[in-house]
């Protein structure tokens, strides 16, 4: 698991996927969220616009990153 630094306290789950090269884009983030395809905490989330704060972690399609402090 990789832990991926954020510039502010939260970050949203769609702009994190992105960041942690989970994903290629902003379209594949909306795609695989709404599939339910993205695990936040071990749970299923399907809002792209879910607030991440640091020790979350987010996994998808066999990775895993944590949200960590800048």
């Given at each position: 698991m990789?832990?991926?630094p954020i510039r502010d306290?939260?970050?949203r789950l769609g702009q994190f996927l992105?960041?942690?090269g989970l994903i290629d884009?902003?379209?594949?983030a909306k795609s695989v969220i709404a599939e339910g395809l993205v695990r936040v905490?071990?749970?299923v989330d399907t809002r792209r616009g879910r607030q991440l704060q640091p020790g979350?972690?987010?996994s998808f399609a066999g990775r895993?990153?944590?949200?960590a402090r800048p």
């Open positions: 990789d832990d991926v306290e939260t970050i992105k960041l942690a884009t902003g379209s594949d905490n071990d749970e979350d972690v987010v895993a990153a944590r949200v």
